[in-house]
């Protein structure tokens, strides 16, 4: 397995491009199974996750056309309505093509879903809301086997706010016969990114951005052009490293109008933010402030970005308390933390941080994609040399972390076993 060896202590500067949001893409690339017209997309990020996803995608027939970043697909020789363990059991995302096979072809088998450790994070919303909308579907030896002769339109209220959820039963809903209501919809910029490409592909929805969304099922969706949003996750995640650090850092290729719980918070940690439409410069200077806070559901802040705070945190000048609401099992990067030096304990579903006047590098383990991340940025504000093991973990989030990050200074190098 692949490893990072930082040697901590230099500050950034320089510019980094940030890449298309992962968890925008990989609901888009499902929706292409919905048409047998030209899906043309641009922006696809270059991450593990997405090439596991096109090899789902191609063993049911749908035709993949890739390059670099720009991706076509064409669905109108699929004939296999199947998602096998073997492709299945490393992302949970997978689970994304139940309801666009089911709502066009009438059927699906999916293997019940994987990913990181960070919680159960159980599919029964996905399963209810397709039984809602007229699905027969039963579980037997780890797989959803799922049936329909037309899928109905019908208002759903889910039980929680569900990201995957709200997008697996909207594409469903496209090609419904007749309304679909979806109470309780998650409002997070991937799903409203998902939803513009269906409306591009001939979907009728109502109430995007919003936690209701109304879907016009129509006849069939055709071929559409659509560029992925940028990665809100990753462009926090480099601001969370030069807060670390110290520097001078521009991030281009973003958009400022999705992230703004984070970038209050790290405004909030000393970190000066200038933001010029796609653009935005942060500088550092001194050490920074501690912040605490909750995650919730968008547009709170995001779980997503919990552990690279709490590793600035772990540096910050004072006190402070962090909240997971959404995840149960999101704090397992505090006990690496700690290897560097972190002094974090944990009550319940809340992470009490004393910033240390200073980490020092140590051997540590990445337990999954946030926490990878948040042990880069740790190490990299560390002493001495860290080496994060298992970074598969980062390579399903973030494109060429290590080497965005050399080009504005960073001491860090990949070493391939």
């Keep these: 397995m692949d490893k990072l060896k930082i040697i901590g202590g230099n500050r950034l500067n320089g510019e980094i491009r940030i890449s298309g949001a992962k968890n925008a893409a990989l609901p888009i690339l499902c929706a292409g199974l919905l048409t047998a017209g030209d899906v043309e997309l641009s922006n696809v990020p270059r991450l593990h996750d997405v090439r596991t996803m096109l090899k789902l995608l191609a063993a049911t027939g749908l035709k993949v056309t890739q390059d670099d970043e720009k991706v076509t697909l064409n669905g109108a020789g699929i004939d296999k309505l199947e998602a096998p363990y073997e492709m299945v059991k490393t992302m949970r995302a997978s689970i994304l093509v139940l309801g666009p096979l089911l709502a066009r072809f009438g059927e699906a088998k999916v293997s019940l879903p994987g990913g990181c450790a960070i919680g159960s994070r159980p599919v029964d919303q996905h399963i209810k809301g397709l039984q809602a909308l007229g699905a027969e579907i039963h579980i037997e030896g780890g797989y959803i086997y799922a049936k329909c002769k037309k899928l109905k339109g019908t208002r759903i209220v889910t039980d929680m706010i569900t990201v995957t959820g709200t997008e697996n039963l909207l594409m469903a809903a496209t090609l419904a016969e007749g309304t679909t209501v979806l109470e309780n919809a998650a409002r997070e910029p991937e799903v409203t990114d998902l ?17 209701r969304l109304v879907i016009h099922g129509v006849e069939e969706l055709h071929g559409a052009k659509h560029e992925v949003i940028s990665d809100r996750i990753e462009a926090g995640t480099f601001l969370c490293a030069v807060a670390a650090t110290g520097g001078d850092i521009t991030l281009t290729n973003t958009r400022t109008d999705i992230f703004d719980a984070a970038l209050d918070k790290l405004a909030e940690m000393g970190l000066t933010i200038m933001l010029n439409g796609s653009t935005i410069r942060a500088v550092m200077t001194g050490r920074p402030k501690p912040v605490s806070f909750r995650t919730t559901e968008y547009p709170g802040f995001p779980t997503d970005m919990q552990a690279q705070f709490m590793a600035v945190d772990a540096i910050a000048h004072g006190t402070s308390s962090i909240t997971e609401t959404i995840f149960e099992n999101r704090f397992m990067h505090v006990q690496e933390l700690n290897r560097l030096g972190a002094h974090i304990n944990i009550d319940g579903k809340t992470a009490f941080i004393r910033g240390a006047d200073r980490l020092v590098g140590a051997p540590v383990m ?15 504000a560390a002493q001495g040399e860290t080496i994060v093991d298992r970074i598969y973990h980062l390579d399903r989030g973030y494109d060429r972390m290590e080497v965005k990050l050399s080009q504005v200074g960073a001491n860090i190098e990949r070493i391939r076993e």
């Excluded at 939803?195 to 936690?211: F, N, P, S, W």
């Excluded at 990445?366 to 990299?380: F, Y």
């Design 195 to 211: 939803a513009h490409l269906l409306v591009a592909m001939g979907a009728k929805i109502e109430g995007i951005g919003t936690d």
């Design 366 to 380: 990445a337990t999954d994609l946030r926490a990878s991340a948040s042990l880069v940025i740790a190490g990299m």
